[in-house]
């Protein structure tokens, strides 16, 4: 088998010498931006699967119905997945698969994100403050790290909340989605937080508020030069 650079370069020399559309897909311009992102993805597996399974694609996509067909299949198979998720798949088909992988079997690949934590670990670092991934953070601020900060690893209530942003945020990662969108919160949101929680977190929010609404710096070191500066004195950048 060639080295996998290669592969994928010969197959993006593919789809930038060959026709943007095949017979039966409609025209750009009568196309949304999702479906065009989508039959750029199909169009990209099929140029990669032309390019690391030659015989194969003759055999199964030579005849423009068939790939036609197929690659309709593939889209409703992959709608879903972003670029990054494509692109992985892409890689791994290429470095891992001595056959050409069904759809289902390419979607598996795609979605395989390695560096996540399990949930269990994830839990843990949020507890602790400490992120091994990006997704274990941006779950952990979607549940409130300050109640993380005070609890415990028995606070069902809140492991409960952290799972499901955590199971958002990863589901993000799978697909190949940006993992920094908005969380909507659940229905039970502050109804399973006891009443003490809920206000402290208030509290703190409205101060955030107010210090964003003042403008004032909310680094100690920019906050204390914007004091002095406001009271006329002048230090030495050593004191």
């Not at 994830?122 to 953070?137: F, Q, S």
């Not at 993000?172 to 909507?184: F, M, P, S, V």
Request: overall charge positive; hydrophobic content about 35%.
């Amino acid at each position: 088998m060639k080295p996998v650079d290669e592969l994928l370069k010969a197959a993006r020399v593919t789809l930038t010498t060959s026709s943007p559309t095949t017979p039966g897909e409609p025209v750009v311009e009568n196309v949304t931006p999702l479906e065009q992102q989508e039959r750029r993805a199909v169009r990209r597996v099929f140029a990669t699967l032309k390019t690391a399974f030659p015989a194969w694609y003759e055999k199964h996509y030579g005849d423009v119905k068939a790939e036609s067909l197929a690659r309709r299949v593939w889209m409703t198979a992959i709608h879903e997945l972003g670029d990054d998720a494509v692109n992985r798949g892409l890689q791994r088909m290429v470095l891992e698969c001595k056959f050409p992988p069904s759809p289902s079997d390419f979607m598996d690949l795609c979605k395989r994100v390695d560096d996540l934590p399990s949930e269990a670990q994830a839990w843990d670092e949020a507890l602790c403050g400490t992120y091994t991934h990006k997704a274990v953070r941006i779950a952990a601020e979607a549940t409130s790290t300050f109640d993380l900060k005070s609890a415990t690893h028995h606070d069902k209530a809140l492991k409960q909340r952290f799972e499901r942003n955590y199971a958002i945020v990863t589901r993000r990662a799978q697909t190949g989605q940006n993992l920094e969108g908005r969380i909507a919160k659940g229905l039970s949101h502050d109804s399973m937080r006891p009443r003490e929680q809920i206000q402290l977190e208030h509290s703190r929010n409205e101060v955030d508020r107010i210090v964003d609404t003042l403008e004032i710096p909310k680094d100690p070191n920019a906050c204390r030069a914007m004091l002095l500066a406001k009271l006329g004195i002048r230090r030495s950048e050593h004191v």
